[in-house]
C-alpha cells in the first residue's frame, strides 16, 4: 500500500508538472499559428477583393486599341481633308 502511496506522489507531484510543462511548449507554437493563420485569411480576402477588378485591365486594353487604331485613322482624315481644302499658291 506504501508504494501505491508513492507512486502515486511521485506521478502527482513529478510527472503532471512535466507533463503540463511539455503541453505549454506545444500548445503556445499551436495558438500562434492559430493567430496568424487568421492574420493570413484576412489579408487574403481582402488581397482577392482588391484583384477582383484585374480581369477588367484586358477588356481595357482591347478597347485602348480600338480606340487608339481609331483616332490614327481619324487624324490622317483630317490631314487628308486639310491637304484637300488648302489654296494652292500660283
Known amino acids: 500500500m506504501a508504494v501505491l ?8 507531484l513529478v510527472i503532471a508538472p512535466v507533463v503540463v510543462l511539455l ?19 484576412e489579408h487574403g480576402v481582402g488581397i482577392s477583393l482588391a484583384l477582383a477588378p484585374v480581369p477588367a485591365l ?10 487608339t487604331s ?11 481633308l486639310v491637304a484637300a481644302s488648302a489654296p494652292t499658291t500660283p
Open 23 to 41: 503541453a505549454s511548449y506545444v500548445i503556445r507554437p499551436a495558438r500562434e499559428s492559430a493567430r496568424y493563420a487568421e492574420d493570413i485569411l
Open 70 to 80: 481609331n483616332a490614327v485613322a481619324y487624324v490622317a482624315a483630317l490631314r487628308d
Open 58 to 67: 484586358i477588356t481595357t486594353s482591347e478597347i485602348v486599341e480600338v480606340v
Open 5 to 12: 502511496w508513492t507512486m502515486s506522489a511521485i506521478g502527482l
